[in-house]
């Protein structure tokens, strides 16, 4: 099978979109806008519509993927692992319905990951350490979780989905790491579909130990020059490269373009970053998913062919 | 090392409001500045300023008063 690296990732977004400076004429002010996008970063957001379901996001950002990769086989799918926060249905888990609605070899290894911003990141590792080959799949509907327009939250997130499809045989998982911070779980979480952040913890938790465990792995591997982070805001965007500016790396964005997708970020990032930009064979990229935890997981990637 | 002159006039940039409007009891929430965005840039000011030094106080963001911030600042050896 022919199977380019660039390829490997199909994503989607919601169908609706939002015009944040509108929300904010109509909600709050246009002074109150111009201050908070400067932290936030996304001027449009993509909101699923009332009946579209994160499956239903999952299975257009397989179709973008199929796109590309017309002769694509599902038999070359051993394990199919969909990380969600926001299932379908409470039970079963996303992973059943896609694996149905695809047809896929009934053998095949389902998993459900609850994870949230590190959900890519965890899968990878998870699918690494797996038999055979996996199709990673995010997607979320985060604004089902935001009953009412608000200045934390509605900001900052989109309805996205994504696919990457992990072939042994063109990527190694070099190494894992992780943190989560205990008892910190009331600082951004969802009860009875009401989504709540508390934007100074996330800040700090970033502030100290995303870019500390981020430190310690650089100052290791000096030969990595690509970072793909999670894209949570433009001002945790901005903090990141301020603090990690004496290293010699790349760090792409798009938090502007399209807001935070929370598990498919990663996928979308890198789907863009790929369209313009080749990873060389040997290539080891640094992933870096952190949030709802709070936690982060990070990994080395080595791009192999 | 800062001093707490420096401090209000962190605050007062950070909030983009004159420094006479900045006292040691100025909380977060009592002017329309000072909201979690503000909160936000006040942390990344002081962070800046401290070269990095600031990240390093657990619960810093927790600091609700400038009293509060230049306590917890000078208890870590970052302020006068």
Known sequence: ?305 | MLDKDNLITIVSKALKIPKKKVNMDLKLGEIEEWDSLGHLEILIKIDKETKGKASRIKNLSDSNTVRKIYQNLKKNKLIK
């Open chain 1, 1 to 305: 099978m022919n199977f380019d690296f660039q390829n490997n990732f199909g994503v989607s977004l919601g169908e609706i979109k939002i015009d944040i400076k509108k929300k904010y004429k109509e909600k709050f002010s246009i002074r109150l806008y111009n201050r908070t996008i400067n932290k936030t970063g996304p001027k449009t957001l993509y909101h699923s519509a009332k009946h579209t379901s994160s499956l239903d996001l999952a299975l257009g950002a397989y179709q973008n993927f199929i796109k590309k990769n017309k002769k694509f086989q599902t038999k070359n799918i051993h394990n199919l692992i969909f990380v969600t926060e926001t299932n379908k249905f409470d039970f079963p888990g996303n992973s059943f319905l896609f694996a149905s609605a695809l047809n896929l070899n009934p053998k095949i290894g389902l998993y459900d990951l609850n994870f949230g911003c590190t959900g890519f990141v965890e899968a990878l590792d998870l699918a690494y350490n797996l038999h055979g080959n996996s199709l990673i799949v995010c997607a979320e509907t985060y604004s089902k979780h935001m009953r009412v327009f608000n200045r934390s939250t509605s900001s900052l997130f989109s309805d996205g989905g994504s696919i990457f499809f992990l072939d042994k045989n063109k990527v190694k998982i070099i190494d894992t790491f992780r943190f989560f911070k205990k008892n910190s779980f009331n600082d951004l979480f969802s009860k009875e579909k009401k989504l709540f952040m508390d934007g100074k913890k996330v800040f700090e938790f970033v502030n100290t130990e995303v870019v500390s465990l981020l430190f310690s792995i650089l100052r290791k591997k000096k030969n990595i020059k690509l970072l793909f982070n999670h894209q949570a805001s433009l001002a945790v965007e901005n903090l990141i490269k301020n603090k990690l500016s004496k290293f010699d790396l790349i760090i792409p964005s798009n938090i502007k373009k399209i807001g935070n997708t929370v598990s498919s970020s990663i996928p979308h990032l890198m789907n863009e970053y790929l369209k313009k930009n080749k990873i060389k064979k040997n290539t080891e990229i640094l992933l870096c998913g952190f949030g709802v935890g709070l936690s982060v997981t990070a990994v080395i990637l080595k791009v192999l062919k």
